[in-house]
């Protein structure tokens, strides 16, 4: 069974530290991460689905539904920035 922590084992700060750290990347670097969060609760999520754990890949689903939705407002703001920058 794979470990899942409650840290970034190779991340010294706070995970509110980390949050604050990714949300100042660029626009366009910060929805790459989010599209790839996505992929990854995707991927767990068929596992899961898998492993007939229905409820538990439904909601891993939803979770990557919403990153990619929040990734692609965060895509519109990096159209609107980027000719700024």
Excluded: C
């Excluded at 409650?6 to 980390?18: A, K, S």
């Excluded at 660029?26 to 068929?46: G, I, N, S, V």
């Amino acid at each position: 069974m794979a470990l899942h922590r409650d840290n970034i084992e190779r991340y010294p700060g706070t995970l509110i530290e980390l949050a604050n750290e990714i949300g100042d990347l660029r626009y366009d670097a910060l929805a790459e991460f989010l599209h790839a969060l996505a992929a990854k609760l995707t991927k767990d999520a068929t596992a899961d689905a898998r492993r007939g754990r229905a409820r538990l890949a439904t909601a891993l689903q939803g979770g990557a539904a919403g990153l990619g939705a929040a990734a692609a407002e965060v895509e519109r703001a990096w159209a609107i920035s980027a000719p700024h920058m």
